[in-house]
Structure formats: C-alpha cells, structure tokens
C-alpha cells in the first residue's frame, strides 16, 4: 500500500481527450475547460468512499 503520495505537478497541461460521459455523448477537454482549470474524477460507484457521497449529486 502507497503510504507517501507524490507531489503533484500542477504545472503541466492535460493532453486532449474524448471520454463519454453518463449519458454516451462524448466530452472533450474543450468540452470542460473552466477558466480556473478542470478537475476530472475517475471513481467507482461500488467504492464505499463513493457510496458515502454518491447521494449528495
């Protein structure tokens, strides 16, 4: 098990990408970009750290 996490790099620029979203439509950066960054969150819905949050969206 990982006990120290690494620093992350927050000066690098995310590649370009398509992803689908819940829906099937297929988002790009582009598609997300906010003015102060973008935050994407890879999770799993059978996570208990999920499940204790997925309620509250």
């Known amino acids: 098990m990982l006990i ?3 620093i992350c790099d927050f000066g690098w ?3 370009d990408f398509k992803l689908p979203n819940l829906d099937g439509q297929f988002m790009s ?3 997300v970009r906010g003015p102060n960054g973008t935050l994407i969150a890879f ?3 059978h996570c208990p750290y999920v499940k204790a ?3 509250d969206w």
């Open 43 to 45: 999770i799993c819905n």
């Open 13 to 15: 620029s995310a590649p």
């Open 4 to 6: 120290k996490t690494p």
């Open 29 to 31: 950066l582009d598609d």
């Open 53 to 55: 949050i997925i309620g």
